[in-house]
C-alpha cells in the first residue's frame, strides 16, 4: 500500500494550493480518506476527511469553508484544495487511508510520506 502526496510549496497568503494523494495498492472506495497537517512542535491533526462511497465530508473548524477535500475513486486520487491561505496553515500535509475488516474488526490505517506547504509573503 502506498500513499504519495503532492501539490505543496510556497504561496502568499490568500493564495490556493491543490494536494492530490494517490493512493495504489487498496481498494480505494473501500477507505475513508483524511487529510492531516503537522506545525513544528505541534501534533498531527486531523483536517478534513470523506468517507469511501457516499462521499460524506467533515471538516475541522480551523478549514472549513476554505479547505475542500474531494476523491476520484476511479483514479484513486484524493484531493485537497485549499483557499485563501493563511501563515498559520504552514505545515506538513499528511494524506491518510483508514478502513476497518468487517469480519475480524481489524482497523488498517495507511499514511503518506507527507508535502510541505508555506504560506509567507
Known amino acids: 500500500v502506498q500513499l504519495v502526496e503532492s501539490g505543496g510549496g510556497l504561496v502568499q497568503p490568500g493564495g490556493s494550493l491543490r494536494l492530490s494523494c494517490a493512493a495504489s495498492?487498496?481498494?480505494?472506495?473501500?477507505?475513508?480518506m483524511s487529510w492531516y497537517r503537522q506545525a513544528p512542535g505541534m501534533e498531527r491533526w486531523s483536517l478534513a476527511s470523506?468517507?469511501?462511497?457516499?462521499?460524506?465530508?467533515n471538516y475541522d473548524d480551523s478549514v472549513k469553508g476554505r479547505f475542500t477535500i474531494s476523491r476520484d475513486n476511479a483514479k484513486n486520487m484524493v484531493y485537497l484544495q485549499m483557499n485563501n491561505l493563511k501563515p498559520e496553515d504552514t505545515a506538513v500535509y499528511y494524506c491518510?487511508?483508514?478502513?476497518?475488516?468487517?469480519?475480524?474488526?481489524?482497523?488498517?490505517?495507511?499514511w503518506g510520506q507527507g508535502t510541505q506547504v508555506i504560506v509567507s509573503s
Open positions: 495498492g487498496v481498494t480505494f472506495s473501500n477507505y475513508d
Open positions: 491518510r487511508a483508514k478502513t476497518i475488516d468487517i469480519e475480524t474488526m481489524h482497523e488498517y490505517e495507511y
Open positions: 470523506i468517507i469511501g462511497a457516499p462521499g460524506l465530508t
